[in-house]
T-cell receptor, first 113, second 114 residues
Framework: DAKTTQPPSMDCAEGRAANLPCNHS???????VYWYRQIHSQGPQYIIH???NNETNEMASLIITEDRKSSTLILPHATLRDTAVYYC??????????????FGGGTRLMVKP | DTAVSQTPKYLVTQMGNDKSIKCEQN?????MYWYKQDSKKFLKIMFS???????INETVPNRFSPKSPDKAHLNLHINSLELGDSAVYFC?????????????FGPGTRLTVL
């Protein structure tokens, strides 16, 4: 799997957009970018994933650069409940289930009032 | 109507004991997993089961054994508990269509070995 690099921590003001970067310069053509988050004392939660096109769902937007070497997760209007550790994972979406997810250190996002 | 549930939420036990953690999912998913999150907060895969067949087994001690009585359950049995087993254990499941990458996690079980 391609290695990912994320800043260890970030702050964001409540109501503002939170932009979380992830570098994955060794990503290969068939690897997807996945984002999960873990709110304190809870299990990780899937947010979004993409291959090369930008993606949006009810939780967030994912912007992937044209060369796919980096991406940004955008929470458009951060709330205090978005305070969590955000993990960027690069992984092939294989046909068989049982894919192993490798979680790195992630980015600790602190949303402040 | 919790999607992925684990019991117990907290487990405190003595070294050398044998214990089990239960996991159930009502999502109809094909694959279930166990993860361990240690005190440094790193989350590591331990096992996954697909259709009652172990398909991933990380280098965990054989004191740990997953048991799946049916597709909706994957229990974790731990024999001869050691201090280093203290951690939070998370169960997860995923549908076949996601290729295992979209996983749904349970609330975790905090195991403390004294």
């Amino acid at each position: 799997d391609a290695k990912t690099t994320q800043p260890p921590s970030m702050d964001c003001a409540e109501g503002r957009a939170a932009n979380l970067p992830c570098n994955h310069s060794t990503i290969s053509g068939n690897e997807y970018v996945y984002w999960y988050r873990q709110i304190h004392s809870q299990g990780p939660q899937y947010i979004i994933h993409g291959l090369k096109n930008n993606e949006t769902n009810e939780m967030a937007s994912l912007i992937i650069t044209e060369d796919r070497k980096s991406s940004t997760l955008i929470l458009p209007h951060a709330t205090l409940r978005d305070t969590a550790v955000y993990y960027c994972i690069v992984r092939v979406a294989v046909g068989n289930a049982g894919n192993m997810l490798t979680f790195g250190g992630g980015t600790r996002l602190m949303v402040k009032p | 109507d919790t999607a992925v549930s684990q019991t117990p939420k907290y487990l405190v036990t003595q070294m050398g004991n044998d214990k089990s953690i239960k996991c159930e999912q009502n999502l109809g998913h094909d694959t279930m997993y166990w993860y361990k999150q240690d005190s440094k907060k790193f989350l590591k895969i331990m096992f996954s089961y697909n259709n009652k067949e172990l398909i991933i087994n990380e280098t965990v001690p054989n004191r740990f054994s997953p048991k799946s009585p049916d597709k909706a359950h994957l229990n974790l049995h731990i024999n001869s508990l050691e201090l280093g087993d203290s951690a939070v254990y998370f169960c997860a499941s995923s549908p076949r269509t996601s290729g295992g990458n979209e996983q749904f996690f349970g609330p975790g079980t905090r195991l403390t070995v004294l």
